[in-house]
């Protein structure tokens, strides 16, 4: 296996506040990591900055040999890399179809952008069937439920085939039955190649798909191991336990 | 299967639907209106389906680009000046001077601002070309440094401003405030001849239905639907992976384009180009027409333009200076209840009408039949 994604010396910094304060953080090949921390732990911070949706302070990030650092938005994802929100960002005037069709043609000649889109491609056919939104597809997309919009985001990204899949909170305001679609979703993804790397506040979820978890804390890496090591680590039950509004979090964590 | 082929007919009415209303517009612009409309009624429709032709673009623009285009004005003269420079020199003759560059003694020989225009073949496609080129400079540097909404509306109008200070700065060269005026011939055709300002007619309708019609296969085409996801979260559309800087351009180059178009086919209708139709207030009355009609959909954009002119011209017929007060009040009016303009209120009242069970009753009651037949069976049985 080879590092897909190297990340070393990474500072975000909002003036004084620094989100991400020297973070290394090295992803192989199709792996999974889940990255989890309490809130404000940088997370979310740290799938904006690789993706350039906040811009580095400094440090590096290298995506299959390439630096990303000072590339445009459109360009990494260019690169092979797929993402989602934690708020789930539609295009809701359009359908279902639609939604999903531009996302896959994102690499299409100009020349043939300007055609008329004729029936559906079998991508993205497979793509509305994973996510289950095969019915909805002819739906105004702003019709949806949160939990089929975020789905409908998931099928976006999927139907793109990045090499790096960057999922935020994915399970975010899903019920129980959504949740574990979601995970066996995600499993299926890196069975079939891509890395992907997920922050999820849900430690029951985390519990359940992850094998490795990244644990994060005020910008920098805590520590990185299985779930079961993570949970015996005596400064992440510190760190949660430190923080009384993140009791709740703690007693997850630590159950 | 069966589900699949549901969604097989790509989005928006039925092609056979959209054939038979295209059809009927096209009936009505090139057999009905040159049959019932007198020869000065007709040359004004003349003028306002050019009109239309800058409607179309701001459709694009706007209604499906999110660009708030307040200075079309500029393109338009742009298109206007280049025919207008072009008409003047034929009309002039070979070697001499269009009177408009004789008043102030400056010049003995074609300026060479001018004498590019002489020929036909560049003088036309510079109409088009050139507002084209002026809008890709200005939007590939401000779409890149992600200008938008009120700051890219005013900039817009600004140029369009500088514009009109340009052309009445340079009297001598450009005719200052009266423009260019005083054409007699337009590729031959006599302009004060009833019969060629006919013939003229039928050239603007066809090429605004020309223009529609290209410009709707656009917004129809994927490039539409990233167009509008671009309109409604133009940073999310970057984590797809398109640059919306490209795809803005495509949508504000053509707009301008349609703009040159409609200024060089509205000289030789209305005989005149000058500031005074190009300036900051005809840019926003343009817009102005796109609101009324309705800016989500080409068809209304283009209607608005036809009928807030037709509007203007009868109402200033009968009343010399009602028409100002009307059109603020038409504006205000459409703002605050129909936001989407005359079209957005049509399609709204179709939605409402579709839900009516009076007038769904002859199918809710075929279905109905259709449903208790096999109950109606069994009982029987």
């Known amino acids: 296996m080879t590092a897909l994604l190297e990340i070393r010396d990474l500072v975000v910094a909002f003036d004084a506040f620094h989100a991400v304060d020297g973070l290394d953080l090295t992803l192989q090949e199709q792996e999974v990591r889940f990255v989890i921390g309490p809130n404000g732990a940088g997370k979310t911070t740290l799938i904006d900055s690789i993706t350039n949706l906040v811009r580095p302070t400094s440090g590096s990030i290298m995506f299959a040999g390439e630096e990303l650092v000072g590339c445009k938005e459109h360009a990494i994802v260019r690169t092979g890399i797929g993402r989602t929100f934690q708020k789930p960002s539609v295009f809701d005037e359009l359908t279902v179809l639609e939604n999903v069709d531009i996302a896959a043609s994102f690499r299409l000649p100009f020349r043939s952008l300007l055609r008329r889109r004729r029936g559906m491609s079998a991508e993205v056919a497979e793509a509305l069937e994973q996510v289950h939104l095969t019915a909805q597809a002819g739906d105004a997309a702003g019709s949806l439920s949160h939990g089929q919009k975020q789905w409908l985001e998931v099928a976006m990204v999927l139907v793109q085939k990045p090499r790096l899949l960057l999922l935020d909170e994915p399970v975010a305001g899903m019920t129980q039955k959504e949740r574990l679609h979601t995970g066996e979703l995600i499993t299926q993804i890196a069975q079939e190649g891509t890395t992907v790397l997920v922050v999820e506040h849900d430690m029951d979820f985390v519990r359940r798909f992850a094998h490795k978890v990244t644990v994060m804390h005020e910008g920098k890496i805590l520590t990185e191991g299985t779930v079961a090591e993570v949970q015996r680590n005596e400064t992440v039950r510190e760190v949660y336990l430190g923080r009384p509004r993140d009791a709740r979090g703690a007693a997850e964590v630590l159950a | ?381």
């Open chain 2, 1 to 381: 299967m069966s589900t699949l082929a549901r969604f097989l007919p790509a989005g928006g009415p039925k092609p056979s639907a959209f054939a038979v209303r295209f059809a009927l517009v096209a009936a009505a612009l090139l057999l009905l209106a040159p049959a019932v409309l007198s020869d000065f009624r007709l040359s004004l429709l003349a003028k306002f389906l050019c009109f239309a032709i800058v409607a179309l673009g701001i459709g694009l623009a706007w209604g499906q680009g999110g660009m708030l285009v307040l200075g079309q004005g500029l393109f338009f003269g742009l298109g206007g000046y280049c025919m207008g420079m072009h008409m003047k020199i034929v009309d002039a003759g070979p070697g001499n001077l269009p009177d408009i560059l004789t008043y102030s003694g400056k010049y003995e020989t074609l300026p060479s601002l001018w004498k590019p225009f002489t020929s036909a073949w560049f003088a036309v496609p510079m109409a088009i070309l050139l507002p084209m080129a002026i809008a890709a400079l200005l939007g590939a540097a401000v779409f890149r440094q992600r200008i938008r909404g009120a700051y890219f509306a005013i900039l817009s109008q600004a140029l369009a401003g500088a514009f009109v200070i340009v052309i009445v700065g340079n009297l001598s060269l450009t005719g200052g405030t009266n423009g260019l005026t005083n054409f007699q011939t337009f590729f031959g055709l006599n302009l004060s001849d009833p019969g060629d300002d006919r013939i003229l007619y039928f050239v603007v309708a066809v090429v605004l239905l020309l223009a529609f019609v290209a410009t709707r296969a656009l917004v129809l085409g994927r490039y539409g639907r990233v167009l509008i996801a671009v309109r409604d979260d133009e940073d999310r559309v970057r984590f797809l992976g398109y640059d919306p800087t490209r795809i803005k351009l495509v949508a504000y180059v053509l707009a301008a384009g349609l703009a040159g178009l409609a200024g060089a086919l509205f000289v030789p209708v209305v005989g005149i180009i000058s500031p005074a139709l190009l300036g900051i207030v005809p840019s926003i009355e343009m817009v102005i027409w796109v609101a009324l009609g309705g800016r989500t959909a080409l068809a209304w954009a283009a209607a608005g333009a036809v009928m807030v002119n037709w509007a203007k011209t009868s109402i200033s017929e009968q009343f010399p200076s009602g028409w100002l007060y009307l059109q603020g009040l038409l504006f205000v009016v459409v703002i605050l209840f129909l936001p989407k303009g005359i079209g957005g209120a049509v399609s709204d009242l179709r939605r409402v009408a579709a839900r009516l069970p009076l007038l769904r009753g002859p199918r809710i009651a075929a279905a109905q039949v259709a449903a208790a037949a096999p109950k109606k069976v069994k009982e029987i049985a």
